[in-house]
């Protein structure tokens, strides 16, 4: 078990991708908190975990929230005494809306979960990672913040801002033992992609498991030698196929 004795921490754990990261870190042999704003699904992964004969607990909170976020983090140290891996995979998206579109709460909205909530909970896990002189974080970008698209431009300036946040980061924690990388997706198979493109799945997307690979290389020892990069996963749906995902305005 690449995993066996580490503490994970998974945000937007209980769904797509999150719920994958959740489910294959378990069976990696690592102690997960299942984190979401949704209590009921986040105990459902929990379930399964404790079904498969691994550990894991549930946590609701908003990682907009810099007081949910302290209480993450005071909650997973109370049941596990450290934290050894973070995984900022919680991110909220819109339909197609254009600039002139977009209100100012739909983009604060987007800018707080994705961008803020990245920085809230790195600045909760990290003092703890120092202390103990190692960690592994993960953070999440996506295709969308290496390429600009018409009616994306909060998701995607926000994603965009984490690659340089991420290299940051990783230069300010690394003499601590700390590594921190982004995965950057490209289009995978998740309500959050139903629920903006209306229900149309591109034929490339890819299964969220097929990310969760990727974050257990970057949790385990074997990415020892990697920090401060952004690696693209964007799978058959790489823009140097000739295929990228559907950001067409909705008729």
């Given at each position: 078990m690449r995993l066996a004795n580490k503490v994970a921490i998974v945000t937007g754990g209980s769904r797509g991708i999150g719920r994958a990261i959740s489910l294959s870190f378990a069976r990696?042999?690592?102690?997960?908190?299942?984190?979401?704003?949704?209590?009921?699904?986040?105990?459902?992964?929990?379930?399964?975990?404790?079904?498969?004969?691994?550990?894991?607990?549930?946590?609701?909170a908003d990682v907009a929230s810099e007081a949910d976020v302290v209480k993450m983090?005071?909650?997973t140290k109370g049941k596990y005494q450290h934290i050894d891996i973070l995984v900022n995979n919680a991110a909220v998206?819109?339909?197609?809306?254009?600039?002139?579109?977009?209100?100012?709460?739909?983009?604060?909205?987007?800018?707080?979960?994705?961008?803020?909530?990245?920085?809230?909970?790195?600045?909760?896990?990290?003092?703890?990672?120092?202390?103990?002189?190692?960690?592994?974080?993960?953070?999440?970008?996506?295709?969308?913040?290496?390429?600009?698209?018409?009616?994306?431009?909060?998701y995607r300036s926000s994603k965009a801002a984490i690659i340089n946040f991420n290299g940051c980061l990783a230069a300010e924690v690394k003499e601590f033992g700390i590594n921190v990388n982004t995965i950057c997706p490209g289009a995978v198979e998740t309500d959050m992609l139903s629920e903006i493109t209306?229900?149309?799945?591109?034929?490339?997307?890819?299964?969220?498991?097929?990310?969760?690979?990727?974050?257990?290389?970057?949790?385990?020892?074997?990415?020892?030698?990697?920090?401060?990069?952004?690696?693209?996963?964007?799978?058959?749906?790489?823009?140097?196929?000739?295929?990228s995902p559907s950001v067409r305005r909705p008729k």
């Open positions: 990696e042999g690592a102690r997960v908190a299942v984190v979401s704003r949704n209590k009921k699904l986040c105990d459902e992964v929990v379930t399964r975990i404790l079904k498969e004969g691994g550990e894991a607990i549930s946590i609701q983090v005071e909650q998206n819109l339909p197609y809306r254009t600039v002139a579109e977009l209100t100012l709460d739909e983009w604060n909205q987007i800018i707080g979960v994705n961008l803020t909530g990245t920085f809230l909970c790195c600045h909760a896990v990290v003092p703890q990672m120092i202390a103990q002189r190692s960690g592994r974080i993960i953070n999440f970008s996506s295709l969308g913040g290496r390429i600009a698209a018409a009616g994306r431009a909060p209306g229900g149309e799945i591109p034929k490339h997307a890819m299964p969220p498991e097929e990310i969760a690979k990727v974050a257990i290389f970057l949790a385990s020892d074997e990415s020892s030698a990697i920090t401060g990069t952004a690696i693209d996963a964007f799978g058959p749906g790489n823009p140097l196929f000739g295929v």
